[in-house]
């Protein structure tokens, strides 16, 4: 979801392949240098680490290929997607992340502490406040970083 007056640029004209990869809404967040607000979410709901991950070069990165439904022209089409696995998560993070713990949380507790994301209260809900150019960077840095990819200078 997209609020504000860049919400109908920011979700113009999203790819149907690759559709968290460059050109998606969530790189356009980032080149605007949007904000994420997990208004009493848990961390593991941080739909932009899917971003970080179709920008992480490390081995093993999932595909999946599926068909669903589409409106074209008010007629119902079969269209077939391509994207990373977003399901059955996109790499293998048993390896680097305790069992039982969602990989989006743990990587969001460490981008806390290394001092990105704002922590508080709104109302009864602990919230978190995350500047998307530094959710990808660490994101993709962390991913990279733990699972073997390609070291960035």
Do not use: C, N
Request: zero cysteines; glycine letters at 12%.
């Amino acid at each position: 979801m997209a609020v504000g007056a860049a919400a109908g640029e920011l979700m113009a004209d999203h790819p149907w392949d690759e559709p968290h990869g460059p050109g998606s809404p969530l790189a356009r967040l980032v080149a605007r240098g949007g904000r994420v607000l997990l208004l009493g979410a848990p961390l593991d709901t941080i739909t932009l680490l899917h971003h970080a991950e179709a920008l992480a070069e490390a081995p093993g990165k999932r595909y999946v290929s599926y068909e669903q439904p589409i409106l074209v022209d008010g007629r119902r089409e079969w269209r077939r997607f391509h994207d990373i696995d977003t399901e059955e998560e996109a790499f293998d993070y048993s390896a680097v992340v305790p069992e039982g713990e969602w990989p989006f949380t743990v990587i969001a507790r460490d981008m806390l502490a290394a001092g990105f994301g704002v922590r508080g209260t709104v109302g009864a809900a602990e919230s978190h406040l995350f500047e998307a150019p530094e959710v990808v960077r660490f994101g993709v840095g962390w991913i990279e970083e733990k699972l073997g990819g390609r070291t960035r200078p």
